[in-house]
């Protein structure tokens, strides 16, 4: 090991499995199913080519995702065929659910597409399939591998509608357009965010305290089920130092608290701007890393961070 850690872990004993490909064990019946895992700025991932496999791959997600029974991560991303873009991403959170989309993930899952070469960036851009849509990432490459990337996230949707939220309740009136600090009563406390979809629904908070001090752990999971989000929401906290500087903590829909996530420091890059609190670039620092962020406003939101492979492991099933 050199002093350090192996590269490649196997969930097998012995190891058998044959060069980085699924292999059925003959004599146990059991599929080896070759994975890598990722991290961005601490949001870590499990990505798996999916091509030729027929799985339930949210109940997977639910159990590799087990931080002491599993390989521990915040979801799994699966490379599937795609007849829009050069290759299709899905994202499955660790209690099974699927999400729409995850900057972090398609960016992680673009440097484990990019280095086995099972897609090539066109013109220095790979073009990503994505249930929230189309997404383009422009990868970093150093000695033939992606260290970086910069992703074009969309432009983020406002109405209530589309987020979704549900304001039937609310007390709103006429045509509301957007989702700024509605108030939200979360036990003996009210908050009141600013809502966005960035693909994936998000609601942000800006509070007096300093988010390592704010409750996450105890609010997150009220705020994620409350009745005004109809598909759940991911729960994001953050403090502006100044217009090109912001601390957050991030509680994602399906995982819980995470070091880090791409949507949700595009869409507190987006509540930022619409409150007017910071300019167009801005460095977000979350627990795991920092992340750039740039919206001008008007089009769309663009994430770069890094990209780092940690392991190999081959999952017996």
């Given at each position: 090991?050199?002093?350090?850690?192996?590269?490649?872990?196997?969930?097998?004993?012995?190891?058998?499995?044959?060069?980085?490909?699924?292999?059925?064990?003959?004599?146990?019946?059991?599929?080896?199913?070759?994975?890598?895992?990722?991290?961005?700025?601490?949001?870590?991932?499990?990505?798996?080519?999916?091509?030729?496999?027929?799985?339930?791959?949210?109940?997977?997600?639910?159990?590799?995702?087990?931080?002491?029974?599993?390989?521990?991560?915040?979801?799994?991303?699966?490379?599937?065929?795609?007849?829009?873009?050069?290759?299709?991403?899905?994202?499955?959170?660790?209690?099974?659910?699927?999400?729409?989309?995850?900057?972090?993930?398609?960016?992680?899952?673009?440097?484990?597409?990019?280095?086995?070469?099972?897609?090539?960036?066109?013109?220095?851009?790979?073009?990503?399939?994505?249930m929230a849509g189309i997404r383009t990432i422009e990868p970093t490459m150093v000695g033939g591998k992606m260290v970086a990337g910069r992703v074009a996230m969309g432009t983020p949707l406002l109405a209530p509608?589309?987020?979704?939220?549900?304001?039937?309740?609310?007390?709103?009136?006429?045509?509301?357009?957007?989702?700024?600090d509605l108030p939200v009563d979360i036990g003996n406390r009210s908050i009141e965010v600013t809502c966005l979809s960035v693909g994936n629904p998000h609601a942000v908070y800006f509070p007096e305290e300093d988010?390592?001090?704010?409750?996450?752990?105890?609010?997150?999971?009220?705020?994620?089920?409350?009745?005004?989000?109809?598909?759940?929401?991911?729960f994001e906290i953050a403090n502006v130092i100044d217009r090109g500087h912001i601390k957050a903590r991030i509680f994602e829909r399906g995982a819980g608290e995470t070091l880090s996530s791409g949507t949700g420091?595009?869409?507190?890059?987006?509540?930022?701007?619409?409150?007017?609190?910071?300019?167009?670039?801005?460095?977000?620092?979350?627990?795991?890393?920092?992340?750039?962020?740039?919206?001008?406003?008007?089009?769309?939101?663009?994430?770069?961070?890094?990209?780092?492979?940690?392991?190999?492991?081959?999952?017996?099933?």
């Amino acid at each position: 090991m050199n002093g350090g850690f192996p590269s490649t872990i196997s969930c097998l004993s012995p190891p058998q499995f044959d060069s980085g490909v699924a292999t059925r064990i003959t004599e146990n019946k059991v599929l080896a199913l070759p994975f890598a895992k990722l991290h961005g700025a601490g949001n870590d991932y499990i990505a798996i080519d999916g091509r030729d496999e027929s799985r339930d791959w949210g109940e997977l997600s639910r159990v590799m995702s087990e931080l002491h029974f599993g390989a521990g991560s915040d979801g799994i991303v699966v490379v599937l065929p795609s007849d829009r873009a050069q290759v299709r991403m899905r994202i499955f959170n660790p209690d099974g659910s699927e999400a729409e989309m995850s900057g972090n993930g398609v960016r992680l899952f673009s440097k484990f597409v990019i280095d086995r070469k099972i897609a090539t960036p066109e013109s220095g851009k790979l073009r990503v399939e994505t249930m929230a849509g189309i997404r383009t990432i422009e990868p970093t490459m150093v000695g033939g591998k992606m260290v970086a990337g910069r992703v074009a996230m969309g432009t983020p949707l406002l109405a209530p509608a589309e987020i979704p939220v549900d304001l039937g309740d609310t007390g709103a009136t006429g045509d509301v357009d957007r989702v700024i600090d509605l108030p939200v009563d979360i036990g003996n406390r009210s908050i009141e965010v600013t809502c966005l979809s960035v693909g994936n629904p998000h609601a942000v908070y800006f509070p007096e305290e300093d988010v390592d001090d704010f409750p996450l752990l105890e609010i997150g999971p009220l705020v994620e089920s409350n009745a005004l989000f109809p598909n759940r929401i991911n729960f994001e906290i953050a403090n502006v130092i100044d217009r090109g500087h912001i601390k957050a903590r991030i509680f994602e829909r399906g995982a819980g608290e995470t070091l880090s996530s791409g949507t949700g420091c595009s869409a507190v890059c987006v509540a930022a701007r619409l409150h007017g609190l910071v300019d167009e670039n801005v460095e977000i620092s979350v627990p795991g890393g920092t992340l750039k962020l740039s919206w001008d406003g008007a089009g769309e939101v663009y994430l770069a961070g890094p990209t780092v492979e940690v392991y190999t492991g081959v999952w017996p099933d």
